[in-house]
């Protein structure tokens, strides 16, 4: 039998329910976390959004919608804190644990050997229980048999929901929902669906034939039809191989078409990148860099070097012809990312240029200090450093 193995949680207005837990008096009554002086809200209670408060949203405006609005300010370290004591009781479930966010992620029950859907919902019911008995933080769950539609049902029912979709039955749990619950249908997306093309919920979607949706959402059309149908087949990534490499990415502002800006940025990733890898005291081996249209299709391409390192320089060669070999479409560009795996530690290693690496090692720490200090970042050090490959 199938099982819905696959739980995305996602915690309740979040920083609002680490305050009331500490709180409790201020519990049912408008209030929200911000800041006050030019700040925004970052999080509101279920009595505050009934009032018209939401996030984010300027402070000032939320006091003037809500006049009678409790305004809590930031509580530096409270929410990391309860964000790693919610999901250390998740992981005494399950080693698989994807934290995705200080107040979401996604839990993969395969390795559980539970036998039947009843079983998992009484456990994850049971889950709930204890993060509310425990840390007094509501959460809401989605159980599925994958990330996308786990993901689509925990914001069903907030707060406190639980909704499980039976393994086989995706298409039908989203074919009545809005077309705005589909990630990456943002507000603007859904009004231009529903105006221009009549797709309002999901099912008008579905219904549309090959060559309208082609019409309608270009070369992205078969993703989006899959995402339609809930159709989705991406690993719970644990934290572990999250550590396991660095990222970085940027979204534009406007579509880029321009390989010299799109290089330009991606070597910034590489020169802010680098440093991190060093003084975390890791080499890496692998870069990949990753493009993305406008209309969500990406591509990647990576690279490994033959030994692992945490200098720029071996890097640098590597971007120009990894972009090149991703950006194939020649379309312009909505994001940019670049990402270093084959994470290694440092100290382990033993290499040929030692020596010389550790010359340029030295420098680039000096360097690395001096930007820390604020100074602008007068030395690129890829670029002052590049001259020969250190291995
Ligand atoms: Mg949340």
């Not at 644990?97 to 919902?121: K, M, W």
């Not at 809930?230 to 502002?253: C, I, L, N, P, W």
Request: glycine share 8%.
């Amino acid at each position: 039998m199938l099982l819905p193995t696959i739980v995305h949680l996602d915690a309740d207005a979040f920083f609002v329910s680490c305050e009331l837990a500490l709180k409790p008096e201020l519990r049912g009554t408008k209030c929200a976390v911000g800041g006050r002086e030019r700040g925004i809200i970052s999080s509101a209670s279920y009595e505050a959004r009934a009032c018209g408060v939401y996030t984010p949203m300027p402070t000032a405006r939320a006091l003037k919608v809500c006049p009678d609005l409790i305004l809590l300010p930031h509580t530096s370290g409270l929410y990391g804190k309860v964000s790693r004591q919610m999901f250390d009781r998740c992981e005494t479930l399950t080693p698989l644990v994807q934290r995705n966010s200080i107040d979401e992620g996604y839990l993969d029950l395969g390795p559980c050997g539970f036998h039947t859907p009843a079983e998992i919902e009484a456990r994850i019911r049971a889950l709930q229980q204890r993060l509310w008995d425990d840390l007094r933080i509501p959460v809401s769950f989605g159980i599925a048999a994958n990330k996308l539609v786990a993901q689509i049902a925990s914001k069903l029912r907030k707060p406190r929901g639980f909704v499980v979709v039976p393994p086989g039955t995706e298409a039908e749990f989203l074919a009545p929902l809005p077309v705005g619950k589909l990630p990456g249908v943002g507000a603007k997306t859904e009004a231009a669906l529903g105006e221009r093309h009549g797709i309002r919920l999901v099912r008008d979607l579905t219904a549309k034939n090959e060559s309208e949706l082609k019409a309608i959402f270009g070369p992205g059309w078969r993703e989006m039809l899959a995402v339609a149908r809930g159709q989705d087949d991406r690993a719970v990534e644990t934290e572990r191989d999250d550590a396991k490499s660095y990222s970085q990415q940027e979204t534009f502002a406007r579509d880029v078409a321009e390989f010299p800006e799109i290089e330009r940025v991606a070597k910034g990733m590489v020169d802010e990148l680098l440093p991190k890898i060093r003084a975390d005291g890791k080499r890496v081996r692998t870069m990949t860099v990753k493009i993305r249209y406008p209309d969500f299709t990406q591509e990647a391409h990576g690279r490994s070097l033959e030994s692992a390192t945490d200098l720029e320089a071996p890097f640098y060669p590597l971007v120009a012809p990894l972009l090149q070999a991703a950006w194939k479409k020649r379309r312009p560009l909505r994001l940019v990312s670049v990402r270093f795996s084959g994470v290694e530690d440092g100290s382990a290693q033993l290499e040929m240029f030692a020596q010389t690496d550790e010359k340029r090692r030295r420098l680039a720490g000096v360097l690395d200090k001096l930007n820390d200090r604020g100074r602008s970042r007068v030395v690129r050090h890829g670029h002052q450093l590049g001259g020969k490959e250190g291995g």
